[in-house]
């Protein structure tokens, strides 16, 4: 593939003037930004466009259909649920996504609410507001409890890797079962409910897919000991949301730290808002100081490998959509 090749460029996500100015150094792009309400009146100047970079909720085959010579399409986010994976399949666009960029963050995440359960800084907070002084109140260490990562990719990776300092016992979850580093064992899908009544820990790393959707349902929670904790920083949707909220009322497992949900913004209604056992935070595990630059970044890597015929990072396999 000829790199001297300019490609025309079209993002409908806003960027940074510093931003873009780092695309056009570093790519062989005409680059122009179009807002998504105005490329129907600009169709005929932009549908020319062979690289896009946009979100997937952005996307439909009515909307991809204005470019018919796309060939490239980044995601600026690391979840592409929303994307017409059949759609783009057929017209075979490339399509790579910002995954990677959050991983710390989000593994930091995650200790802390390992910690903020076995440390009991919950109900410390709580004793804190009442002015109470809790005798003999008991923590726990991490050491030797059972944490299973559900998702053993980037994020589950890093998870386990700190995880592992704290000399936990880490079971991974993926689809094609390979030995990693950090991890203790590794699992499928297909094995998952063998596992979760010894789990101390479940934690959602997940990607949303027709796989896993509803992946943790009443039959699942109800496989978990009293004394596990759930944790959620996947998608909503991997979680049969009622059903947690049963199980959490009705205290058949310890608690749970929850970032994302069925439906965002949380409802004011919802019962998990009163839940003593329950961490709400507002789907920000991931959502770090310039991730926009980041993700520029990552489109300047992995559109120059495709540009040059190389194997791309962060591509998307349309086949598993993630």
Same mark, same amino acid.
């Given at each position: ?7 025309? *460029?079209? +993002?409908? /996500?806003?960027?940074? +003037? ?19 309400? /105005?490329? $129907?009146?600009?169709? /005929?100047?932009?549908?020319?466009? $062979? ?8 996307? +439909?085959? !009515?909307?991809? !259909?204005?470019?018919? %010579?796309? $060939? ?25 996504? =910002?995954?990677?960029?959050? !991983? ?19 109900? *410390?907070?709580? #004793? ?47 689809? =094609? ?22 789990? &101390?820990?479940?934690? *959602? ?11 943790? !349902?009443? %039959?699942?929670? %109800? ?21 947690? /909220? ?12 929850? &970032? ?9 209604? +919802?019962?998990?808002?009163?839940? @003593? ?13 310039? #991730?926009?630059?980041?993700?520029? @970044? ?7 490998? #495709?540009?040059?015929? @190389? ?12």
């Amino acid at each position: 593939m000829n790199s001297q090749r300019i490609w025309k *460029c079209i +993002s409908i /996500e806003p960027l940074k +003037s510093e931003w873009v100015d780092n695309i056009t150094t570093h790519c062989n792009v005409a680059f122009s930004y179009v807002p998504r309400a /105005e490329i $129907e009146v600009h169709r /005929e100047e932009f549908e020319g466009a $062979e690289v896009l970079l946009c979100r997937d909720r952005d996307l +439909s085959p !009515d909307f991809l !259909d204005m470019f018919p %010579q796309l $060939e490239f399409l980044f995601i600026v986010s690391a979840g592409v649920e929303k994307l017409p994976f059949d759609y783009l399949k057929k017209r075979k666009i490339v399509v790579v996504n =910002s995954g990677g960029i959050s !991983d710390r963050a989000m593994s930091d995440y995650v200790m802390g609410a390992l910690l903020l359960f076995s440390c009991k800084f919950g109900e *410390c907070f709580e #004793y804190k507001r009442i002015h109470y002084w809790k005798p003999y109140l008991m923590t726990e260490s991490l050491a030797d409890k059972r944490l299973l990562i559900v998702g053993a990719g980037k994020i589950g990776k890093e998870i386990a890797r700190k995880a592992k300092v704290f000399d936990m016992q880490i079971i991974g979850v993926k689809q =094609s079962p390979e030995k990693l580093s950090g991890f203790d064992k590794i699992i499928t899908l297909n094995e998952l409910d063998e596992e979760l009544p010894d789990a &101390d820990y479940i934690v *959602c790393t997940i990607p949303l897919t027709p796989l896993t959707y509803k992946l943790f !349902d009443m %039959q699942r929670f %109800q496989k978990m000991k009293e004394t596990a904790v759930f944790i959620n920083i996947s998608r909503g949707n991997i979680v049969e949301q009622k059903d947690l /909220e049963t199980v959490l009322k009705e205290k058949r497992i310890k608690g749970a730290v929850l &970032d994302v949900f069925e439906t965002e913004p949380l409802s004011p209604d +919802s019962s998990l808002w009163d839940l @003593e056992n329950v961490v709400l935070t507002p789907h920000s595990s991931g959502r770090i100081e310039e #991730y926009i630059k980041y993700a520029v @970044e990552c489109f300047i890597a992995d559109f120059n490998r #495709y540009a040059k015929g @190389e194997t791309m990072q962060n591509r998307v396999d349309l086949e598993k959509r993630y």
